[in-house]
C-alpha cells in the first residue's frame, strides 16, 4: 500500500466519522443568502471542487438529492500532468478534484457548496487535508461561469462574517477561523483513471456508513 492511498483511508475514516452527525452539521450551517432558485425543468449542470483527496469528496457528493454522478479527477494543471503519480508530487499545480454533474431543478449550486464546506472537507486548512499534505490537496472553487462565481465569493464572505469555523469547528488554537478557500475559473477538468476514479467504490461498497442521500 502506498503512502499517499494510506493517508486517504485516514482521510476517509475521519469523514467516517463526520458522517454519523453529517445531518446534524448540514442543519446547523447557514444556507446561502445568494443562490440560484431551483430551475424549472430537468437538466444537467456541473461544479468542479477542490477539498482533498477526491475519494473522500466522491463519498460524500454521490449521496447528495440531485447528483446524478461523480468523477474524480484533478484540476489547475496542464493535461499532460494529470496522472496520480505526477499530480502526488505536489509541483504540477493539479489539485485532486471531483466533476459534480447535478439536476439544477432538484439541487441548487448554493446547497452543493454548503455540502462542500460544511460536510466533505475544512477549508481552513491550506495546502492539505487532515494527513494529506501538498498543493494537490488544497481547497479550490472552480467557476463555470460568472453566475457560480457570484455565489461562491458571497458564500465565502458570509461564513467569514458570521465566523462559521471556530475552534470547536476546525479544532484550531486560534479563536476564529476563516475560510481559506481559493476561487478561480474553471481551468480543464482532467477525470482519473478507471483504477483511481472506482478505487473508493471497490474498497468501500456502497452499504458503507455514509447516508445514501444527503438533504
Known amino acids: ?25 448540514a442543519k446547523a450551517f447557514p444556507n446561502p443568502t445568494v443562490d440560484t432558485p431551483l430551475a424549472s425543468a430537468s437538466t444537467k449542470s ?15 457528493f454521490k449521496h447528495l438529492r440531485g447528483v446524478t454522478h461523480v468523477t474524480a479527477g484533478y484540476s489547475g ?28 431543478s432538484k439541487v441548487t449550486y448554493g446547497t452543493i457548496l454548503k455540502i462542500f ?6 477549508p481552513t486548512e491550506l495546502n492539505r487535508q ?10 479550490v472553487i472552480f467557476y463555470a461561469g460568472k453566475e457560480q462565481q457570484k455565489i461562491g465569493v ?16 476546525c479544532y484550531s488554537n486560534r479563536s476564529a477561523q476563516s475560510v481559506l478557500c481559493g ?19 471497490v474498497r468501500r461498497p456502497q452499504s458503507g456508513p455514509f447516508p445514501r442521500t444527503l438533504p
Request: net charge negative.
Open 77 to 104: 494543471g496542464s493535461a499532460d500532468s494529470a496522472h496520480y503519480e505526477m499530480v502526488g508530487t505536489g509541483t504540477t499545480g493539479q489539485a485532486e478534484s471531483v466533476e459534480i454533474t447535478y439536476d439544477p
Open 1 to 25: 500500500m502506498s503512502r499517499q492511498v494510506a493517508a486517504c483511508f485516514v482521510l476517509l475514516l475521519s469523514l467516517v466519522l463526520t458522517a454519523c452527525n453529517a445531518a446534524e452539521t
Open 130 to 139: 487532515g494527513p494529506d499534505e501538498g498543493t494537490q490537496y488544497r481547497s
Open 183 to 201: 476561487r478561480r475559473v474553471s481551468s480543464r477538468f482532467c477525470g482519473a483513471s478507471s483504477s483511481q476514479s472506482v478505487y473508493h467504490d
Open 154 to 169: 458571497a458564500y465565502i464572505n458570509q461564513l467569514n462574517k458570521a465566523q462559521v469555523f471556530s475552534t470547536a469547528h
Open 117 to 122: 464546506f460544511s460536510v466533505a472537507h475544512n
Open 46 to 60: 456541473k461544479a468542479v471542487l477542490s477539498g482533498g483527496c477526491f475519494w473522500g469528496m466522491q463519498a460524500v
